[in-house]
């Protein structure tokens, strides 16, 4: 089985168990019917777009819905816990940490294949301008991820939510600058 | 992930990513900073290239090398460097290769 394939295997599979998990959180409880609409189709619209609107080797979104599938597995997963009284609310304490965890190691890891994605990108701006640019929001991920992750692994929930948010929005405004800076540097116009 | 430390372990290939950081060269531009004959500096290249580390695409008669290295490759890498051939206190060039 090619390695594409073999992705879009993972990624369909992924996609089932999110919305059986979806389903069962409507079930349980239907107050919670638009969380679980949300949590349940998002990630198969956004990926459906992506295999309809993309061309070329589609292994690295796949990938990527896989990773997406699992943080959304986790997050619905608390929610239908709670929902069915399999966890206290200490324990869904637990769960909103573990969410926040597994949401700083998904962003470090999209980071990590940030530099190796070299198709698509503004095509004005110089190659050495773009790996540039790739290297440094491949690194600011990276480090802005696994912050976050330390910082919901190690805070309080409360402070968790106020710091991991703080550090994931720096490093996405960090990243937006050098967009902005090597897209009006790279510009012929 | 083993084609990875086999790229990283040799301090020829560490150093021609470390040129790649800098931005895409050629292959001529590339065998230019080394003291190695070009089929030496060509089985490098595949190594890169076959580890997934480096990106080639021909542009006329030229090829094009580009850095292809995730973030934890790029790590590895310095780590290989640290505890290897230190490349800031290396020669720009390397000693000419005997017998290849």
């Known amino acids: ?189 | 992930m083993s084609g990875v430390f086999r790229a990283l372990a040799d301090p020829t290939r560490r150093q021609v990513l470390a040129l790649l950081k800098e931005r895409p060269l050629s292959a001529g531009e590339l065998a230019d900073r080394f003291d190695v004959s070009k089929p030496t500096m060509s089985a490098h290249f595949n190594v890169l290239r076959e580890a997934g580390l480096i990106d080639a695409t021909r542009q006329g008669k030229a090829i094009i090398y580009r850095l292809r290295m995730s973030v934890l490759e790029e790590a590895l890498m310095g780590l290989a460097q640290t505890v290897g051939l230190d490349l800031k206190s290396a020669p720009a060039t390397l000693p000419k290769e005997e017998g290849s």
């Open chain 1, 1 to 189: 089985m090619s390695k594409e394939r073999f992705a879009l295997a993972l990624a369909v599979t992924g996609v089932l168990i999110v919305a059986a998990v979806a389903v069962a959180l409507a079930l349980v409880s239907p107050d919670r019917l638009r969380t679980a609409l949300v949590g349940g189709l998002t990630l198969p619209i956004l990926w459906g777009a992506v295999e309809l609107f993309t061309g070329g080797d589609k292994t690295e979104a796949r990938h990527a819905v896989v990773v997406a599938s699992a943080l959304v597995l986790v997050a619905l997963g608390v929610k239908l816990g709670q929902a069915a009284g399999w966890l206290g609310h200490d324990e869904g304490r637990l769960g909103t940490q573990l969410v926040g965890i597994f949401g700083g190691l998904v962003m470090a890891y999209f980071g990590n294949r940030i530099p190796k994605l070299l198709e698509r990108f503004n095509p004005r701006v110089d190659a050495a301008r773009r790996q540039a640019f790739q290297r440094h929001a491949g690194w600011v991920f990276v480090l802005a991820g696994l912050g976050s992750a330390l910082t919901w692994a190690l805070l309080p929930v409360e402070s968790a939510r106020l710091w991991g948010t703080l550090i994931v929005a720096g490093g996405v405004a960090l990243v937006v600058a050098r967009l902005i800076q090597c897209g009006l540097r790279g510009s012929k116009a």
